[in-house]
C-alpha cells in the first residue's frame, strides 16, 4: 500500500529519519515498534503528509505522495493520535463533524464497530473516560471510510483495561479485512501482540538484524534515550 525508497527527514541538525526504504502491505496491522526518539512517528506522518521527505520518495498504491492533493489522502489515509481529542459538544457532534451527511444508523453503526454502547451518541465528550473518548475518535475517523489506519501510540493515556479493548477493536477490524492498520508503539508486548513480525526502528533507521533480535529480547536500545523495550 505504501512504499518508501530512501526517505530522509532533516529538521535543523536533527535527522528523525536517516534513509528508510520499506513496503507496507495493505492488510492486518503492521507494527512499528522502537524507542524513544527513534522516528517511529515521523514515519507515520509522513504517510499522511503531516510530514514531507527532505529527500527520497513516499508512495501510496504506486504515486507519489507530491501528487495527491493532501487533503483528499487525508480522506483515504485516517490518523488516530496519542490524546484523544474530542471536539465540544457530543459524540454525535463529532462524528457529523467528520461526515455531516451521516444518518443516525450510520453513527450507531460506526459506535458499534469501535464496540461502545449507542447511547454514548448524545454523552458529550468531556464525560467520557480516556478508553471512550479515543474509541470515540476512532469511530470519527472510521466515519470518512478511510482504506488506512494510522495509529500514533494511541493507548499511551490510557489504563491497561482500556489499552486492551482497543487493541482488540483494532485487530478485529483489521483482521476481518475491513481496514488495515499501521500501529506505531514504543511498547514491545503490544508490538508482538499485534504483529508477530513488527518493523524495528532505531536512531530513525530500520535495526539491522542484531539490533532487531536484541530488541525484540527486551534489550533496551542503549542507543537511543529512553524507557525502550519495556
Ligand atoms: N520538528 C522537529 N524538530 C526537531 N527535531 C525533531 C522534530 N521532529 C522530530 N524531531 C526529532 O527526531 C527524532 C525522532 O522523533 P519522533 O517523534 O519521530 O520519534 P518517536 O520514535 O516517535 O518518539 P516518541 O516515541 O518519543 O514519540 C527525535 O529525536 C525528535 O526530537
Redesign the pocket.
Known sequence: MFSLHDVVVA??D?R?LDGITLDLPGRGVTVIL??????????LRLLNRLEVPTSGTVRFHGRDLDEIDPLALRRQVGMVFQRPTLFPGTVRDNLRVARPDADDATLERMLERVGLPVALLDRVGDDLSGGEAQRACLARTLITEPEVLLMD?VTSSLDPRASQLLEERTQQLAGAGEVPVVW?T?DLDQAVRLDPEPIV?TQ?RLADAEERAAFLAGIPDRTTQDEGAS
Open positions: 529538521i535543523d536533527a528523525p522502537g524507542a524513544s526518539g527513534s522516528g517511529k512517528s515521523t514515519l501510540e506505531v514504543h526502528l530513525g
